[in-house]
């Protein structure tokens, strides 16, 4: 009896042992790549029980600055250099560890019953549903696709637009039919359950849409986030992300 109240103990003592050993890997995703993330995520938990992986998605912006004033991320995945390059000037994330993760394409989605049309056009209607350019990338590419063709500041003085905290409540206002239209990216489109895609934007009026990834200061210290990085960038993960519509050559 004294034998097998030994054996309990311990194995219990063992599983503590094993618990406070596990390592947290935080992340912090552009919006757009949640589905694609989760499932990378679940792959990658379900032979790894000795790593937790948080996953936090939101506008890259918001995302940035929440990293900015401490909020806790080992990895941070962008839908554009800019806030990598924003939290790398102030020595935050790791400049030397970034890489490339995806690509994408930006798209124009309204009512199934819309016909496809050109992107000047989109000042005929009434509502446009883009994320806030200040924080969000994919507004950031429409703002930048609208100016080039020469209708954004007119846009802008009739109300038309309606800023989305991110690029996926800009594709809900969309698929609920709340707007006349949203600029989404493509992979975000593809998971539309009303909204079709109208246009798509071409590349040359604005940015290459790129996703980079980069490890935090704190993330280059531990060893299961390296590994879990190291891990984003193979070929499991490449083909999650064609699952979902990201391109991995642009």
């Not at 004033?69 to 990895?75: C, L, N, V």
């Not at 995945?77 to 990598?84: G, K, L, Q, T, Y």
């Not at 005929?124 to 806030?132: C, V, Y």
Request: glycine residues 6%; hydrophobic residues 50%.
């Amino acid at each position: 009896m004294k034998c097998k109240v030994l054996l309990t103990v311990l194995l219990l003592q063992f599983c503590a042992a094993a618990t406070l050993q596990a390592e947290t890997v935080r992340l912090s995703v552009a919006a757009s790549m949640t589905d694609a993330l989760k499932e990378i995520v679940a792959d990658y938990a379900a032979g790894h029980h000795d790593v937790t992986l948080l996953p936090n998605f939101g506008a890259s912006g918001a995302l940035a600055k929440q990293i900015e004033q401490g909020a806790p991320a080992d990895i941070f995945i962008s839908a554009n250099p800019d806030w990598v390059n924003y939290l790398a000037e102030k020595q935050i994330v790791a400049a030397d560890t970034e890489k490339v993760f995806a690509f994408n394409s930006l798209v124009f989605v309204g009512s199934p019953k819309a016909a496809d049309f050109s992107l000047k056009q989109v000042a005929t209607l009434q509502q446009i549903a883009l994320g806030n350019p200040q924080n969000v990338p994919a507004g950031q590419y429409a703002k930048q696709a609208l100016e080039k063709v020469g209708i954004y500041a007119a846009m802008a003085q009739a109300k038309k637009f309606v800023l989305a905290s991110d690029v996926r409540h800009a594709l809900m206002y969309a698929d609920q039919e709340e707007v006349d239209g949203a600029f989404v990216y493509k992979t975000d489109a593809l998971l539309a359950k009303q909204a079709k895609i109208i246009l798509t934007v071409p590349d040359d009026l604005h940015d290459k849409i790129t996703y980079p990834m980069v490890l935090t200061a704190t993330g280059t210290k531990s060893g299961a986030v390296k590994a879990f990085y190291e891990y984003l960038a193979g070929e499991k993960t490449k083909a999650v992300l064609e699952k979902y519509g990201f391109m991995l050559d642009k």
